[in-house]
């Protein structure tokens, strides 16, 4: 059973561009959740969505920030107009559907976004 | 809303030493508890979670964390370390209803040979 996937692993965008960034969950799972990792800091929560729905999206910045999981195909989040403060690493989990008993979560690889 | 702290941004520990990484959280309804470790340049890997049930919580890799309720702690420990636990640990917090993860800023382990 494959793991969650992501990609592309590194992506180097020049300030104003917009970056595209790819999570495949793990096989029957169908929640997906987004986080960013600063430097030398903890992650953060981004968004949570199901398949075609946002559930909480309490953790993405006003702007130029999207997210969405689509009934086909990977979920995608969207950055337009990368500043040099974008650049993170960012994580996507996902998990189980509804009914299960803890919240356990399995973490993919990541993608790290330089901006220049 | 909850948080987590974490005490103690860098640990460093022997080979064949205990480990012991703190964690605190705050909740104001039952937690579900989470250790994960990460390893230079990859995601993050589960060792273990408490939901409910038994307090001490036996993850991978020769790790346990003991949730104390009286504490709000959930300290991970290891009886003697070994050279590749060397990595970044991240203590985390949700509970049932609220799916999103909240991390403390996490603690660098470092193994002294």
């Known amino acids: 059973n494959a793991g969650v996937m992501q990609n592309p692993r590194h992506l180097v965008r020049r300030r104003g561009q917009e970056a595209r960034l790819r999570c495949s969950p793990m096989k029957g799972h169908s929640h997906v959740y987004w986080y960013r990792q600063l430097p030398e800091e903890g992650l953060k929560f981004m968004v949570y969505?199901?398949?075609?729905?946002?559930?909480?999206e309490s953790g993405m910045p006003k702007e130029r920030f999207s997210a969405e999981f689509p009934k086909e195909g990977p979920s995608i989040l969207r950055i337009q107009q990368v500043v040099r403060g974008d650049s993170a690493a960012y994580f996507c989990?996902?998990?189980?559907?509804?009914?299960?008993?803890?919240?356990?979560?399995?973490f993919g690889p990541g993608t790290r976004l330089t901006v220049l | 809303a909850q948080s987590v702290t974490q005490l103690g941004s860098h640990v460093s520990v022997s080979e064949g030493a205990l480990v012991l990484l703190r964690c605190n959280y705050s909740s104001s309804v039952p937690p579900y508890l989470f250790w994960y470790v990460q390893y230079p340049n990859q995601g993050l890997q589960l060792l273990l979670k408490?939901?409910?049930?038994?307090?001490l919580v036996k993850g991978i890799n020769g790790f346990e964390a003991e949730f104390k309720k009286s504490e709000t702690s959930f300290h991970l420990t290891k009886p003697s370390a070994h050279m590749s636990d060397a990595a970044e640990y991240f203590c985390a917090v949700s509970f049932f209803g609220n799916e999103k993860l909240t991390f403390g800023t996490g603690t660098r382990l470092t193994i002294i040979p």
């Open positions: 969505l199901q398949k075609e729905n946002i559930i909480d």
């Open positions: 989990a996902s998990s189980p559907p509804v009914g299960r008993v803890s919240n356990e979560q399995f």
């Open positions: 408490y939901t409910t049930g038994a307090t």
